[in-house]
């Protein structure tokens, strides 16, 4: 167990609709990243967050926007939802500034 | 542009022997280097790791080299056990990356240890 908490583990939806993410960071940490796989591919960052701030910002569509909250919690918002948008997205964080990232066990969005 | 390539998808070894999975990257800026593992279902955990001043770290199975010059590096397990097989995924960073140090992953090798 990472510590990482994140809600839902899955989720199916439809096309041109909107989904919201939600992660809890392991408790005291204050960064928070969130990255996309899709099939066949690697971990693509999206955007990560520290103390509520936003710090950098990756591959991450206009559609999509994340925040963190002051419990230092994090939502990943999906709009306008497209097939190619099917993936498991990841939330995971870090204490210092350094070092490893702790993974949450993902979810899963199906787009239909 | 991928920075980081992991050029075989997968590996299929005998229990007891060694696994060998490579990554190269492309970026000179990386001075920090991950291996996670993920099992299907589960999110990637970390492994090991080799900072750029070192060519070498190990723990216990699990041995990382780094060939700096040739922007290379490679995870060595060693006795290759069934319960090793999963995905594995090569990750770098940049240490002084400005205020996000995030880390960069490869496409990842699912490693299958045949009993």
């Known amino acids: 167990d990472s510590g990482v908490t994140q809600t839902p583990k899955h989720l199916i939806t439809a096309t041109g609709q909107r989904v919201t993410l939600r992660c809890s960071p392991r408790?005291?940490?204050?960064?928070v990243y969130w990255y996309q796989q899709s099939l066949d591919q690697g971990l693509q960052f999206l955007i990560h967050?520290?103390?509520?701030?936003?710090?950098a910002k990756g591959n991450i569509l206009e559609r999509f926007s994340a925040q963190q909250f002051p419990d230092l919690h994090s939502e990943l918002n999906l709009s306008s939802l497209e097939l190619g948008d099917s993936a498991l997205y990841f939330c995971?964080?870090?204490?210092?500034?350094?070092?490893?990232?702790?993974f949450g066990e993902g979810s899963r969005l199906t787009v239909l | 542009d991928q920075q980081v390539k992991q050029n075989s998808p997968s590996l299929s070894v005998q229990e007891g022997r060694i696994s060998i999975l490579n990554c190269d990257y492309t970026?000179?800026?990386?001075?920090?280097f991950l291996w996670y593992k993920k099992y299907p279902a589960e999110g990637p955990t970390f492994l090991i790791s080799?900072?750029?001043?070192?060519d070498k770290n190990e723990d216990g199975r699990f041995t990382v080299f780094l060939n700096k010059s040739a922007k290379h590096l490679s995870l060595h397990i060693v006795p290759s056990q069934p319960g090793d097989s999963a995905v594995y995924f090569c990750?770098?960073?940049?240490?002084?990356?400005?205020?996000?140090?995030?880390?960069?992953f490869g496409t990842g090798t699912l490693l299958a240890v045949q009993p």
């Open positions: 995971a964080s870090r204490g210092g500034g350094f070092g490893e990232l702790f």
């Open positions: 408790s005291g940490d204050l960064s």
């Open positions: 967050y520290y103390n509520g701030e936003e710090r």
């Open positions: 970026n000179s800026m990386f001075d920090y």
């Open positions: 080799i900072s750029s001043i070192k």
């Open positions: 990750a770098a960073s940049e240490s002084y990356g400005g205020a996000t140090n995030k880390l960069i």
